[in-house]
Nanobody, 123 residues
């Protein structure tokens, strides 16, 4: 089993920055891919960024150039640095982890989820 705990959400003005953290504990060796998703009120959940154990990253077009996903293996933590935030980035952000990249890409049958952290960007 793996436990994921997100932190770092909050309220920020448009143009500002936040850094989200996802700390993993448990049998972390079973994890190959970590993704950050978000779900805005009344909208479907979307994959924002993902990172593999080898360090390969992918981003949604809406956040490319503004968000950066990274990992610190010594701390079993994945980060999402969010810059130039926009009101449309407002959502609950979830960290997720799985052995298989396909599960993260599809958002289905994902093994582990965090509890979510609220990000609110004011205009």
């Amino acid at each position: 089993q793996v436990q994921l705990v997100e932190s770092g959400g909050g309220l920020v003005q448009a143009g500002g920055s936040l850094r989200l953290s996802c700390a993993a504990s448990g049998i972390v060796s079973s994890i190959n891919v970590v993704g950050w998703y978000r779900q805005a009120l009344g909208k479907q959940r979307e994959l924002v960024a993902s990172i593999t154990s080898g360090g390969s990253t992918n981003y949604a077009d809406s956040v490319k150039g503004r968000f950066t996903i990274s990992r610190d293996n010594t701390k079993n933590t994945v980060y999402l640095q969010m810059n130039s935030l926009k009101p449309e980035d407002t959502a609950v952000y979830y960290c997720a982890a799985d052995r298989y990249q396909r599960s993260i890409e599809r958002g289905r049958s994902v093994s582990y989820w965090g509890q979510g952290t609220q990000v609110t960007v004011s205009s």
